[in-house]
């Protein structure tokens, strides 16, 4: 009976081994091939959401807004995120986007890397900007870190008319 049962052990652990190896990532459905499949295919294809975004360069931002460098801060989805503008004659240019502790993996680090929300606050001249897929928290935080920056340059051209009434 030892041999018996030797034997089928053997058999089983033998059924078994086989039945593992079919479980390998060599087959069509695995998750490593269709993801390559995939980013291969995505390099063939045109983005459908790759839209270039184009300022109107006659826009400017509404109300009074005193020439000058800006810069305000907004909270993204795990940190701070700073815009740097210059207002020009009430035209909007933003010169810089930071953030800290944006997570590369999140779509709001991609948007202010390539210079996505910085195209965007450009051509809304201002802080009314579409939300970026997978970044609706960073847009949040992209927002009001715009409006902080108008709010002071909004309130040196208070200054400016108070002083100039004084006068």
């Known amino acids: 009976m030892t041999k018996g049962k030797a034997t089928l052990a053997a058999c089983a652990s033998t059924a078994l081994a086989l039945g593992l190896a079919g479980c390998g990532a060599s087959y069509e459905g695995s998750g490593s091939k269709d993801a390559a499949s995939a980013e291969q295919l995505a390099l063939r294809l045109d983005d459908p959401w790759a839209v270039e975004m184009k300022a109107d360069s006659t826009a400017k931002a509404e109300g009074e807004l005193v020439d000058g460098v800006y810069t305000g801060s907004g909270t993204g989805m795990e940190g701070l995120i700073t815009t740097t503008l210059l207002v ?80």
């Open 88 to 167: 020009d004659d009430n035209r909007i240019t933003c010169l810089e986007i930071t953030q800290e502790g944006e997570s590369q993996s999140r779509g709001g680090y991609e948007a202010i890397r390539d210079g996505r929300f910085a195209a965007m606050i450009e051509a809304a001249q201002g802080s009314d900007i579409d939300a970026v897929t997978g970044a609706t928290i960073t847009t949040a935080g992209v927002r009001q870190a715009v409006d902080d920056a108008l709010a002071q340059a909004a309130a040196g051209a208070a200054t400016t008319k108070s002083e100039e009434g004084s006068r």
